[in-house]
């Protein structure tokens, strides 16, 4: 509906005529455009508060509380106070000082982990959808076998099987949603593959590798993209799941699956603030990932 | 009194000042085929749609009445009451209009059995031989067909086959051979100019295409940026356009335009005639919105110069 | 001078029993600065005719001598790129949504020439400009364009590499009527002012007329007829061409061509009878006809037609 004013030869503008509008659309405040936004989107917008919160609480929380490795034994099991807003555990460590450092490290993983699959499934996925044939069998095989496994099962093996790391976790959590990215990108390759610019880039020169990745990839990234929101929130959920049981990361480090680990057996004591707090920022957090995920699939896809 | 009224029709985007539909009058009668011609963006669907109490969701009608035979065809709550018996329609893409998932007889079944009360045997015998009727071979067998069996040709004849089985008062086609080959263009267009004569109705045929309006219609009304700028009868239309635009139209099909000449599309928010912003003889006036006027007995035209200088 | 002679080209798509044969012996020529319009209706393989020539698909069998060299099977080369182009039917689908339009024009210009980046920058805006676009255009992306805007870009980019010759798949079809004729007077001066050779792909048979000189009519993956096109449109003499043309509304409302109604629908290319293929719906069909297949023989100067009846 909008158009700039152009002026072209022998328009009305010779005669000295003006064309007169009259709906000039009023322009709204941008904190009301923001307000409306929200009003229209009330998950998303909490999904997005919510994230809002744990980045800064991630980037900025560290440097503001104390050690989270620091013991304190004479302290051990001190309920929620206004020293310790999420009490103390066995050892006596501030259980808010590792929840906040927890964020840090399960938000940074989750992401790494996402973006790595993202990347490299993207690729794989837009190759094989885009060249097809034997390469296209191949890569639908192997990821049909990997697909077989619950995703978190596969990550499971892949991190028993390897040594014990940090990189190894995230390599081992990213392999098991590659296939996932595969499957989206290809997709989409699929479709992207027989609109005209893609012949027409073959065309002007390109040979097919370009054609695929500089043409292709780049239009077919939208649902991967929508995606990365949810396969993070399934990342955290992931890396602390296996965590908890004591695969990957381990304890002392602060994470919040290590520390419902460490906590869940004291709740039957009574001492319910060790596992509870960890565990409900874990669900906040996935929760968070969830509802802008969710929204984004809906209303683009 | 015509067989259908349609009168200042405004049509815009619930919650938005900008009217896509202005003002729309136009009127149909029995056994006559008016042409609502217009290039993209003119408005000629959205108007069908209003007629038919189509539009939408997120349009809404703010102003102006369809009546049919003197009846309005929206109740006092607002709600649509016409039938398929008065008014139907038929669309551009025959395949993707019909149910993917159901025989077409039986398609065509179901609308005879609704709007005639026969029971659903009779209903099928009755859509066969409109089958026959709309001109396709073996109708038995193409009954048993889905749509997607069947090429274009055969879905639209199954199409307008749905849309006169009730013999309607007006029939809608919009667009109707627009993804059709030309060879079978013009089977559909005979087969509509006949059933049109046969059953009495009167038709609107919308299109872009000026050549298919002298094909077909007797009537045609001219639409830019949804504004009526003209409507008479065809021969005269083509012989002597009064309004710019139709000028515009002609000349862009029958000579050589200059190239240099940019595009500009339609600017709803302006206030006056909407084809102000590209029209060469636009002056002062046309900052009002020019209504349809009565040029003669059969011809209007929505221009102020028509007042002016009668050419 | 002949730019380019194809010589019985055969296309087939797949193998065995579900084999489409798209194009089934084709013999055609472009001169320089000459363009050909190859008219023809869905499924006749006008668009397979055009993307074999441009070196998207391969064919199955016969002879591309283009420039002295037959090259059929090596038009995919980065030689041929850069001497025969193509501008696509929809506008916005055949440019890269993500790129801006410099970026569109920039690939032929450092792909296919080895021109150096300014004068790569330099072409750019002197393409721009013969196309009619401002160079504001140059950080535009395709969503921010209407058709006609787009197509021009297409052109622009069409002509970055200086080609001989461009193939253009239905240019014009999804456009407006008013821009329609814009866009054809522009690439009629292109062509005087370049004498670049064009392959003009049409079901619109009146945009064909406007542009071409010689035009082919295809019928299911052959051609039928060759000739001058005042020659054509004035006296069509193969009985498909004369249904074709007589089925195109026109806007003279006196000398509306009597219609010559075909009867069916083009058969499937999967199976087509033995002899000529337009046997069933042939108004002056003999014997003949369902036995031999008749081939592409001159009749007159300049003018070969494929039918018994009229050799």
Known sequence: MNNEETHTAGTSSDSGFVVERVYVPEEKSRTRKALSFMRANPLFSVGVALLLSFVALAVLGPALVGDPLRTNPANMYSPPSADHWFGTDVYGRDVFARAVNAARLDLSIGLAIALVAMVIGSAIGVVSGYFGGRVDEIVMRMTDVLLAFPGFVLALIIVAALAESLLNVVIAVAAAYVPYFIRLTRAQALVEREQEYADAARLVGNKPFRVAFRHVLPNSLRPALVSATLVTGWAVLTVAGLAFLSVGIQPPTAEWGVMVGEGAGDIITGEWWTSLFPGGMIVLAVMAFHFIGDDLMEERL | MSLLEVEGLTVGLVGSPYPILREVSFSVEPGEILALVGESGSGKTMAALATMGLLP??????????????????????????????????????????????????????????????????????????????????????????????????????????????????????????????????????????????????????????????????????????????????RELLADPRHPYTR?????????????????????????????????????????FPPLLEISPDRSVSCFLQLEEPI | MTLLEVRDLYKTYGHGAGAVPAVRGVDLELGGGETVGLVGESGCGKTTLGRVLVGLNTPTSGDVIFDGDNVAGRLQEAEFRRRVQMVFQHPQSSLNPKFKVSTT??????????????????????????????????????????????????????????????????????????????????????????????????????????????????????????????????????????????????LDMDNQRKRIILTGETPSPTSLPIGCSFQDRCNLVHDRCRVETPQLGETQAARSVECFAVQ
């Open chain 2, 57 to 234: 969701l997120g349009i809404e009608m703010t102003d102006g009445e369809a009546r049919l035979e003197g009846q309005s065809m929206v109740d006092p709550e607002g709600r649509v009451t016409r039938t398929a018996a008065q008014i139907s329609m038929i669309f551009q893409h025959p395949v993707g209009a019909l149910n993917p998932t159901m025989r077409v007889g039986h398609q065509v079944g179901r609308v005879i059995q609704i709007n005639q009360e026969l029971g659903r045997t009779e209903a099928l015998e009755a859509a066969v031989e409109m089958l026959g009727h709309v001109g396709i071979p073996g109708p038995e067998r193409v009954a048993r067909n889905f749509p997607h069996q069947l090429s274009g040709g055969m879905c639209q004849r199954i199409m307008i086959a749905m849309a006169v089985a009730c013999r309607p008062r007006i029939l809608i086609a919009d667009e109707p051979t627009t993804a059709l080959d030309v060879t079978v263009q013009a089977q559909i267009f005979d087969l509509i100019k006949s059933l049109a004569s046969e059953i009495g109705c009167g038709v609107i045929f919308i299109t872009h295409d000026l050549g298919a309006v002298a094909e077909m219609a007797d009537r045609v009304a001219v639409m830019y940026g949804g504004q009526v700028m003209e409507e008479s009868p065809v």
């Open chain 3, 105 to 250: 024009l920039r690939e032929p210009g450092r792909l296919l020439t080895s021109k150096s980046s300014e004068e790569v920058e330099e072409r750019i805006v002197e393409t721009l400009r013969v196309v009619g676009l401002g160079q504001e255009y140059r950080s535009r992306r395709p969503k921010q364009l209407s058709g006609g805007q787009l197509q021009r870009v297409a052109i622009a980019r069409a002509l970055m590499s200086a080609p001989d010759m461009i193939v253009l798949d239905e240019p014009t079809s999804s456009l407006d009527q008013s821009i329609r004729s814009r866009i054809i007077s522009l690439l009629k001066d292109i062509q005087e002012q370049r004498q670049v050779s064009y392959l003009f792909i049409s079901h619109d048979l009146s945009t064909v007329r406007k542009i071409a000189h010689r035009v082919a009519v295809m019928y299911l993956g052959r051609i039928v007829e060759v000739a001058e096109t005042r020659a054509l449109f004035e006296d069509p003499q193969h009985p498909y061409t004369r249904a074709l043309l007589s089925a195109v509304p026109s």
């Open chain 2, 248 to 288: 515009y139209l002609l000349e862009s099909i029958t000579h050589e335009v200059d190239h240099r000449v940019e595009d500009i599309g339609v600017d709803f928010a302006l206030r006056g005639c909407r084809f102000g912003h590209r029209c060469l003889s636009a002056h002062g006036k046309c900052n009002q």
